[in-house]
């Protein structure tokens, strides 16, 4: 039997191959002939990094670049084993995390370190990129990511415009003859699991601006700065982005990747799967293992494992689930290929306990599964005519 242990991070506790190692030892404790391939998974979001990193046997590299404020922090991705393949979270050199609350203005925070992990990448010989939206501090477009690789961002007197979102109001004139010429050579798959154009009421400013410290007045402002650059991208570069799905994702940084760098805005389960390889690994597979720290009815909203569950229907390979926990709502997963799913938490314990014991309780609970995949196996079995008198 091959079995394909293919999950999401437990967040706060477990990566997603320490949640797949977990499964593992606990199956083999029932099942140790089976043969197991681990493949750690990711949505785009926090851990994808981590996720892409052990899957491919690669590496994580560190330096230091501008973040959103401006002032120089240390920032990480991730490279395959050969350098052929970066993975970049925007949120980690351009994130709102690293921004203390009083310092948060999205007027002026820069996406430049993030074009600055690009560069660096493709330094080390990166030529395909899987980019993760979200998390972003930033409400400029990817101006500065744009500025970090080459191109000119000019108002009316040919300077250069400063960094940050209101200094687009001055934007006259979109140069792009300075981008870095590897980027042609390559193809950049962005996760981006949210469906919000550039502009208007549903747009970067308006939607994602205040949780980055927006006012009233900074949405309206930060808006018409967009449009602005909306307005250059269409007449400078024949690139009419702003109302595509996605392009307001992370301050409007998935319209800046659309239009110059050429890339593809997917949904971040479709785009890990893809780099991961896991069509080809449900193939293989008798049955597929995969779980998240808790399923709920986002879950349905491409996380991980809902991802995982539509390949393995496509090939017929059943799904089971095992997550930290699971909501009245959790059911609905059942319509959508995955056939059980069942808790880790094995007593009433406090969240404290149950991140502390995740890995134990994770194991525990693989074996118990097992064991009932143990036992179905024997009740499918014919019974001997003896037994049947």
Do not use: W
Request: hydrophobic fraction near 45%; charged fraction near 20%.
């Amino acid at each position: 039997m091959q079995i394909l242990i293919a999950p999401d991070s437990f967040k706060e506790s477990l990566s997603a191959l320490q949640v797949a190692q977990a499964i593992a030892a606990g199956f083999r404790e029932v099942f140790p002939e089976a043969r197991y391939r681990l493949l750690p998974m990711a949505d785009g979001g926090e851990g994808t990094v981590q996720a892409l990193v052990d899957a491919t046997g690669g590496r994580l590299r560190e330096r230091m670049v501008t973040g959103a404020t401006g002032r120089p922090i240390p920032a990480g991705y991730g490279l395959a084993a050969d350098n052929s393949l970066a993975f970049i979270e925007m949120a980690a050199a351009s994130g709102l995390e690293a921004v203390p609350p009083a310092e948060r203005d999205p007027r002026s925070a820069t996406s430049h370190g993030t074009g600055e992990l690009i560069a660096d990448a493709l330094d080390a010989g990166a030529r395909r990129f899987v980019i993760g939206l979200g998390g972003s501090a930033t409400n400029d477009g990817g101006a500065g990511m744009l500025q970090a690789l080459g191109v000119r961002l000019l108002d009316a007197d040919g300077l250069d415009l400063p960094r940050g979102g209101a200094a687009l109001a001055r934007l006259q004139r979109i140069d792009a003859s300075g981008l870095d010429p590897r980027i042609a050579q390559c193809r950049i798959d962005v996760a981006c699991d949210v469906s919000n154009p550039l502009l208007g009421p549903r747009g970067a400013s308006a939607v994602f601006g205040p949780q980055k410290g927006a006012t009233p007045a900074m949405v309206a402002e930060l808006d018409a700065c967009l449009q602005r650059l909306a307005e250059r991208l269409r007449d400078d570069l024949g690139q009419d982005v702003a109302e595509v799905p996605g392009t307001g994702a992370a301050g409007g940084m998935g319209a800046a990747l659309l239009a110059v760098l050429g890339a593809q805005l997917r949904p971040g389960s479709e785009v890990v799967a893809d780099a991961l390889g896991l069509d080809a690994a449900v193939r293989e597979a008798d049955l597929v293992i995969t779980g998240e720290g808790r399923t709920d009815g986002q879950t349905l909203h491409g996380k991980a494992p809902i991802g995982v569950a539509r390949v393995a229907a496509r090939h017929g390979v059943p799904v089971v689930g095992l997550s930290g926990a699971l909501t009245p709502d959790s059911s609905a997963v059942h319509a959508h290929g995955i056939a059980a799913v069942f808790s880790a938490v094995r007593s009433v314990c406090t969240v404290e306990e149950a991140l502390r014991d995740a890995a134990a309780n994770v194991r525990a609970t693989a074996r118990n599964i097992a064991m009932a995949l143990q036992l179905g196996q024997r009740l499918a079995r014919p019974a001997p005519p003896t037994a049947r008198r």
